[in-house]
C-alpha cells in the first residue's frame, strides 16, 4: 500500500475505534431514579443537590465500580413506573424488597433493614392501633408503611387515604386531616428529630430490606458492579460513616442551613436560586406550550366551522378527547404508557412529554372556544365576501378570523394563565417546576407554610402581571 493509503487507513482505524470507545461509553451511561422527599435517605440540599443515605451510596459504589450515571429525582410511584417502562435503568430509593417486586423487578443485595412505625400529631390521643378505629389514616404510596397499614386496615377498622410525598402525609396528620400515619422508622425519626410536629407511639413493625432495583431481566451487569461496590463500601467501612452521617447528624449541618435562615426572608434569600431555576422551568413550559396549544386551537377552530362534515367532526372529537382526558393521566400516557407500547427503548424526554402533554390539553380547550369565536361573527359576513369573489379561504383569513380573533383575545389570555398553573402537574413525571421546586425544600426543612406562602404570591405575581397584559390588550384592540 502507498503511504497515503496506509494514512487513510489509520485515520479511519483511529476514527472507529474512537466512536466506539463513545458508544461504549454513552451505552453505560445509566439513569437512575430516585424519591426527592424521603428524608433521611434521599432530599435536596441547599444549592439544588441531591443529598442523603441512598445518594452517598450509590455515590460511594459508582466511584468503586467506576459507574457512569444520571440522577432523576421524581416520586416514588413514578420512579417504579419509569422503571418497569424502562424509561430509567435502576431506582434507588428506600424500596422494600417484596415478593410482589421480584416478579417485576430484580434487587441487589440488601442495603439498609428498616421497620414500620406509626406516628400521630404531638397533642393527638392516639396511642395503639386500637384507637384508629372509624379514623383515617395517611399514607405514602408505594411503601412499606403503607403496605403494613392496608394489611391491618380490616382488623382495627380505620380509613385510609394515600400522598405522592411523605410532607403531605405528615402535614396532613399534623392539621388533624388523618389521625395518624405509618412510616420508615428512620425516616419518621430523622424527619421528628429536625421539626416535624408527631410523635412515634408504636415500636417497629415488619422489618424490610431495602434494595437497588432494576427491570426483570435487564442491567445485569450494573446490578452486578452495585453489588460488588456495595461490598467493598462495607468492607472499607465507607458504608458505616455514610450510615452514622445521617442517622447521629443534626439537620442543619447536613443541608447548608442555619436557625438564622428560617425566617420567611431568610428562606427566600437562601432559596433564591432553586426557586429561580423552578420559576424559569415553569415560564419555558408554559410559553413554548401556549404557542403550540394556540396553533393546535387555530387548527381545530378553522376544521370546526370549515363546510361539510368531515372537518367538524375532526374537530369535535380531537377537543372531546383531549379535553376530556385528566392532565395527570395524559402526562403518564405520554411520558410512560406510549413509550412502553412502543418498546425497543423508545424513551420521551420529561420536557418533551410535559410540552406535548400541555399542548394537547390546552390545545383542546382553545380549539374549542376558536370555533365559538368563529360562529360568533355574523354569518353574513362570509356571505358578502364571497359575493365579492373572495374564495371560502381567502374569505375565513381576511374577514372572518380577525373579527373572531378580536372576541378571543380575553380567552386566549385566560388559558395563557391556565396553563401556567396547570403546569404544576406535571412534576409526576419529574419536571422541576415552581411547585415541585417548593416540595423539594420543604422536603429539606419542613417549612411548609413559609415555602408554601412564598410560592402562592409568586403564582399570584405572574397572574397579576398576565391580568395587566390582557386588560391593556383589550384596551388596545377596543
Not at 399534623?174 to 420508615?184: I, L, P, T
Not at 379561504?393 to 372576541?407: L, S
Not at 404570591?457 to 384596551?475: A, D, E, F, H, K
Request: charged share 15%; net charge positive; hydrophobic share 45%.
Amino acid at each position: 500500500m502507498k503511504k497515503w493509503q496506509v494514512a487513510v487507513v489509520m485515520v479511519l482505524a483511529a476514527l472507529g475505534s474512537w466512536f466506539s470507545l463513545g458508544a461504549t461509553a454513552h451505552a453505560q451511561t445509566y439513569t437512575i431514579a430516585t424519591d426527592t422527599t424521603f428524608a433521611p435517605f434521599e432530599f435536596q440540599a441547599k444549592g439544588g443537590k441531591y443529598k442523603g443515605i441512598d445518594i452517598d451510596i450509590l455515590n460511594a459504589i459508582a466511584k468503586k465500580e467506576n459507574i457512569n450515571y444520571k440522577l432523576k429525582a421524581i416520586s416514588f410511584g413514578a420512579a417504579v413506573q419509569q422503571l418497569s417502562a424502562n424509561q430509567v435503568d435502576g431506582v434507588i430509593a428506600g424500596m422494600n424488597v417484596t415478593p410482589e417486586r421480584q416478579k417485576t423487578f430484580d434487587f441487589s443485595k440488601a442495603y439498609y433493614t428498616s421497620g414500620v412505625v406509626m406516628a400521630v400529631a404531638k397533642d393527638s390521643k392516639v396511642k395503639t392501633f386500637k384507637d384508629l378505629k372509624g379514623k383515617t389514616v395517611a399514607l405514602k404510596t408505594g411503601t412499606a408503611g403503607a403496605t403494613y397499614a392496608k394489611s391491618i386496615e380490616s382488623k382495627y377498622g380505620f380509613k385510609i387515604k394515600y400522598f405522592n410525598d411523605s410532607n403531605n402525609m405528615y402535614n396532613d396528620v399534623k392539621v388533624g386531616n388523618s389521625a395518624a400515619c405509618f412510616e420508615d422508622y428512620p425516616v419518621m425519626s430523622y424527619g421528628i428529630k429536625n421539626g416535624i410536629a408527631l410523635k412515634i407511639v408504636s415500636k417497629q413493625y415488619e422489618a424490610g430490606d431495602y434494595g437497588f432495583a432494576v427491570k426483570k431481566g435487564k442491567n445485569a451487569a450494573l446490578l452486578k458492579k452495585f453489588n460488588a461496590g456495595l461490598a467493598a463500601i462495607k468492607a472499607d467501612g465507607t458504608y458505616k460513616k455514610i450510615i452514622d452521617k445521617y442517622l447521629h447528624s443534626s439537620e442543619a449541618s447536613l443541608t447548608g442551613e442555619t436557625a438564622s435562615s428560617r425566617t420567611f426572608i431568610g428562606l427566600f434569600t437562601q432559596n433564591l436560586g432553586t426557586i429561580g431555576n423552578g420559576l424559569w422551568m415553569t415560564l419555558e413550559l408554559t410559553v413554548i406550550s401556549i404557542i403550540l396549544a394556540t396553533v393546535m386551537g387555530v387548527i381545530l377552530g378553522v376544521l370546526g366551522v370549515m363546510p361539510g362534515k368531515i372537518g367538524p367532526a375532526i374537530s369535535s372529537t380531537i377537543i372531546y378527547i383531549f379535553r376530556g382526558m385528566p392532565l395527570m393521566v395524559l402526562a403518564f400516557f405520554i411520558y410512560i404508557g406510549f413509550p412502553d407500547l412502543i418498546g425497543h427503548g423508545f424513551k420521551i424526554p420529561a420536557f418533551i412529554a410535559g410540552m406535548i402533554t400541555l399542548m394537547l390539553n390546552e390545545g383542546a380547550y382553545t380549539g374549542a372556544f376558536v370555533k365559538g369565536g368563529f360562529k360568533a361573527v355574523d354569518d353574513g359576513q362570509m356571505e358578502a365576501a364571497r359575493s365579492l369573489g373572495l374564495p371560502y379561504w381567502t374569505a375565513m383569513r381576511k374577514v372572518i378570523m380577525p373579527q373572531g380573533i378580536r372576541i378571543m383575545i380575553p380567552s386566549f389570555i385566560n388559558q395563557f394563565i391556565i396553563t401556567l398553573k396547570d403546569t404544576s402537574i406535571l412534576s409526576v413525571i419529574g419536571i422541576v417546576e415552581l411547585t415541585q421546586t417548593g416540595t423539594l425544600i420543604i422536603a429539606r426543612n419542613f417549612e411548609g407554610f413559609k415555602i408554601w406562602l412564598m410560592i402562592a404570591i409568586i403564582y399570584l405575581i405572574l397572574i397579576t402581571l398576565l391580568t395587566w397584559l390582557s386588560n391593556w390588550v383589550q384596551r388596545r384592540m377596543n
